[in-house]
């Protein structure tokens, strides 16, 4: 089945900083790239996503791009503020007819 | 306002004993699906559903049961064949493309096995 790979696992940057996140693929047949937000205590939720036919989209602060060729995409994160701090996931699709998730990345922002 | 309820937020039980998660959902979705998280694990799919009286097994089926009698409703059921039964518990739904759609997820159940 589909693996996704995630790093770092923690990630702690001051507030204002950038903050990038990686995940990496292995079954060439995915063209559908989420990432999720999950705050302590809550579910995830949908922040940004890509499909295979681009290679980057924004969305105010946060942005992911992709690069097919070689298997992996990444979620920026500018400007970074407080409330960004929660764990972050990303996705890719598989045989399922549902997501496959990496480990999660939790963001700490500093003030 | 539409969204998926999961109860009770909070359950203790004893070794041996199975246990049943409520999961509704009020989106009009045809899919749903129940993952587990653990510490450092991600979501991990245990079952999945795309239509009613239908359902798939996920990675880790194993010790778990769901049924799909209702559209709004996926129950999960922890069996005591589960080893490893403590864990926070997401149910998710989504329009019937769940591999290329947003999953909406219910704020979770976490279970704890004295």
């Known amino acids: 089945g589909e693996n996704v790979e995630q790093h770092p696992s923690t990630l702690s940057v001051q507030e204002g900083d950038s903050a990038v996140i990686k995940c990496t693929y292995s079954?060439?047949?995915?063209?559908?790239f989420p990432w999720y937000k999950q705050e302590l205590g809550k579910g995830p939720q949908l922040i940004i996503d890509i499909r295979s036919n681009v290679g980057e989209k924004k969305d105010q602060r946060i942005a992911v791009t992709l690069n097919k060729t070689a298997k992996h995409f990444s979620l920026h994160i500018t400007e970074t503020q407080p409330e960004d701090s929660a764990v972050y996931f990303c996705?890719?699709?598989?045989?399922?007819?549902?997501?496959?998730f990496g480990k999660g990345t939790m963001l700490l922002v500093s003030p | 306002d539409g969204g998926i309820t999961q109860s009770p937020k909070y359950l203790f039980r004893k070794e041996g004993q199975n246990v049943t998660l409520s999961c509704e959902q009020n989106?009009?979705?045809?899919?749903m699906y129940w993952y587990r998280q653990d510490p450092g694990q991600g979501l991990r799919l245990i079952y999945y559903s795309q239509i009613v009286n239908d359902f798939q097994k996920g990675d880790i089926a194993e010790g778990y049961s769901v049924s799909r009698e209702k559209k709004e409703s996926f129950p999960l059921t922890v069996t005591s064949a589960q080893k490893n039964p403590t864990a926070f518990y997401l149910c998710a739904s989504s329009t019937a493309r769940g591999n290329t759609g947003e999953l909406f997820f219910g704020e979770g159940s976490r279970l704890t096995v004295l």
């Open positions: 989106l009009n979705h045809d899919a």
């Open positions: 079954d060439s047949a995915s063209n559908y």
């Open positions: 996705a890719t699709n598989s045989g399922y007819s549902t997501l496959t």
